[in-house]
């Protein structure tokens, strides 16, 4: 059963999200035991110090430990002070703040940080992404998971490139889960391509992927799924229950806060990236919200003068293998079928459709940075390249050319175009 609340035209009070916190662990068998909050990082919009204050309230001096565990799938580990204004401790620091709960990153690159908890076989994959792969999954999650008495997922629902919302389960997988589970689901929405499945309602098949794999966590399960009001941290909905149905319900409310509907597409875009995205791995997502609305030919620029690098972990690969359509890849999938699926999802993600006939890749639309990247690297990863100097940002806000999209604070928000009728 979920409980909470939300609306499109309102904001949630303090009150409300106590209550909702407050209920979910009514009745709960939580004394001296050990709970688990799974939360995002700094590159999710939430109100994080208020919803790890108020679990606190609610568990403190019942829960024998009380683990925070920060879903970085495979991001960059938080540094001290990142977590201290992630859960709101600047100045104080997190054992004052939060004294019975301990804060620490989900250490992804430490194969010991693992337990394995099984094998989704070759016949389920197949079913559940609808006979696009056919290959078994082991399935491994953050071990702290897998041994605790309770897991509480506690994020934000947004629309998203590999899943169609994000949130619940996801993080689980790839939150806190292995790369096995991580590198076949990306792939998946790759395959499906993300602009068909940004925004998709329901359970998509990479969301089926995720559930399928969740199920297999002996952990009793309970979610906060948070919908966010654009530029803030204030909430317009907060439900909660079991991840499935808790995700479900704030899915539906972030179809109606986080999509917006133009009445036709544009010839250029320029997603204005905040400072929370450090590097095009997490900054693409100023790609992958516009890309509905681009006109065949088009262009979507990237401007973020803050970000002089593709990605700290998955960089390497990147330079190897660049930024191509999924039909590229596919097409001489003897050359790529042993990097690592996730980077090239992503690379897809970024790239965007295209089709690649007789030896030519001809992406839909173009793809330009203005970032701190050099033009030369750009280029050899198959990007365009723009000095961001030259863009005044003001200038082009103010602009009235009918044929340009400006979208400050790029990266949440879903731009699609209107349905006809």
Request: aromatic residues 6%; contains cysteine.
């Amino acid at each position: 059963m979920v409980q909470g609340t939300g609306s499109p035209e309102r904001t949630l009070t303090e009150d409300e999200i106590r209550g909702t916190v407050q209920d979910l662990l009514t009745g709960r068998d939580v004394d001296g035991r050990h709970v688990v909050v799974v939360i995002p990082d700094g590159t999710r919009s939430a109100p994080m110090p208020l919803m790890l204050r108020l679990l606190h309230d609610a568990l403190a001096g019942r829960a024998a430990r009380i683990d925070v565990l920060v879903a970085l799938g495979t991001h960059q580990p938080m540094d001290d002070a990142a977590l201290d204004a992630l859960v709101g401790a600047a100045g104080i620091g997190r054992d004052r703040l939060l004294p019975e709960m301990t804060v620490l990153n989900h250490a992804w690159s430490d194969p010991a940080t693992y337990a394995t908890l099984g094998t989704i076989t070759a016949g389920e994959v197949r079913e559940l992404s609808g006979g696009r792969l056919d290959r078994p999954v082991d399935v491994r999650i953050n071990r702290l998971v897998a041994e605790a008495d309770l897991a509480i997922v506690c994020g934000p629902v947004f629309p998203h490139e590999v899943v169609g919302f994000s949130g619940g389960n996801k993080y689980f997988f790839p939150g806190v889960g292995g790369p096995e589970v991580i590198d076949l689901s990306h792939w998946l929405g790759a395959l499906i391509t993300s602009y068909d499945i940004i925004g998709a309602r329901g359970v998509t098949p990479v969301r089926a992927i995720i559930d399928r794999a969740a199920a297999m966590i002996p952990t009793s399960k309970l979610c906060l799924a948070m919908v966010v009001r654009p530029g803030g941290t204030e909430l317009a909905g907060l439900y909660a229950g079991p991840p499935e149905e808790a995700w479900a319900a704030a899915a539906e409310l972030s179809a109606h806060v986080h999509v917006r509907h133009v009445d036709r597409p544009y010839k250029t875009v320029l997603s204005i990236m905040p400072r929370r995205y450090a590097d095009m791995w997490t900054a693409a997502k100023g790609m992958y919200k516009v890309e509905p609305v681009i006109a065949d030919g088009g262009e979507v620029i990237v401007y973020a003068p803050h970000i002089d690098r593709f990605s700290v972990t998955h960089g390497a690969v990147l330079a190897e293998i660049g930024y191509h359509t999924r039909d590229y890849f596919l097409a001489q999938w003897d050359r790529f079928r042993d990097r690592p699926l996730g980077v090239l999802a992503h690379s897809t993600h970024l790239r965007g459709q295209g089709t690649y006939e007789a030896g030519v890749e001809r992406p839909r639309i173009d793809v330009t940075l203005a970032t701190g990247i050099p033009e030369d690297v750009c280029a050899a990863h198959g990007l365009g390249y723009r000095d961001p100097a030259s863009i005044d940002v003001d200038r082009w806000i103010e602009d009235p050319d009918p044929d340009v999209l400006v979208v400050p604070d790029a990266g949440e928000i879903l731009y699609r175009l209107r349905p006809a009728g």
